[in-house]
């Protein structure tokens, strides 16, 4: 059974700080990495993908991949109130490469 | 920026009934899936489809389900002699097989099974 575990939060922060959102998986062999955006009620919205060990760069977003670790991070800067939302972890795995997701970080921004 | 688009937003069904969610996906995607969401817990994967046939199945998705791409743009969900743990999100998703690719997830359709 693959897993993808993430703390379910809440993780609050203060408007303007650094959010730290962490994953873990449970398969050795994943290649492709996802973190999605969802709020309350609506569809998952991509934020970042990441292949390579290191770190990846979007904005205020930074995704951290450790495939040793097997470890992915998303770190989310000056954060905003409206940021606040849930924190989806996604790996991608099998013939036809479907999502398995982690069951969600609450992120908290407050003004 | 292109969208998945999925009817209906909302239906809401008697027990027993059979629903059939649509997709629209983006022109480019090759691969789709459909996952569920039941209130409160995680984004489940039900089916993954490809060159017009299932490439992987959950265990979820047994034989009260099926997909279909009728007309090789829509690409429907049949869900047959719904139950009441049926009720949740229903989320189609594309991606186009590129580099650097994301999956692209439509807006949903909450079904409601009473």
């Known amino acids: 059974q693959k897993e993808v575990e993430q703390n379910s939060g809440p993780l609050s922060v203060p408007e303007g700080a650094i959010a730290s959102l962490n994953c873990t998986y449970s398969?050795?062999?994943?290649?492709?990495f996802f973190w999605y955006r969802q709020y309350s009620g609506k569809s998952p919205e991509l934020i970042m993908s990441?292949?390579s060990n290191g770190d990846k760069e979007d904005g205020r977003f930074t995704a951290q991949l450790n495939k040793a670790s097997q470890y992915v991070s998303l770190l989310i800067r000056d954060s905003q109130p409206s940021d606040s939302a849930t924190y989806l972890c996604?790996?991608?795995w099998g013939d036809g490469n479907k999502l398995v997701f982690g069951a969600g970080t609450i992120l908290r921004v407050k003004s | 920026e292109p969208e998945v688009t999925q009817t209906p937003s909302h239906q809401v069904t008697q027990m027993g009934q059979e629903v059939i969610l649509r997709c629209v996906p983006i022109s480019n995607h090759l691969y789709f899936y459909w996952y569920r969401q039941i209130l409160g817990q995680k984004v489940e994967f039900l089916v993954s489809?490809?060159?017009?046939?299932?490439?992987?199945k959950s265990e979820i998705f047994d034989d009260q389900f099926s997909v279909e791409r009728p007309d090789g743009s829509n690409f429907t969900l049949k869900i047959r002699s719904t139950k009441l743990e049926d009720s949740a999100m229903y989320f189609c998703?594309?991606?186009?097989?590129?580099?650097?690719?994301?999956?692209?997830f439509g807006s949903g359709t909450r079904l409601t099974v009473v």
């Open positions: 996604a790996v991608a």
């Open positions: 990441i292949y």
């Open positions: 398969d050795r062999g994943s290649q492709s």
């Open positions: 998703a594309g991606v186009s097989g590129q580099e650097d690719y994301g999956y692209t």
């Open positions: 489809f490809y060159n017009n046939e299932i490439s992987e």
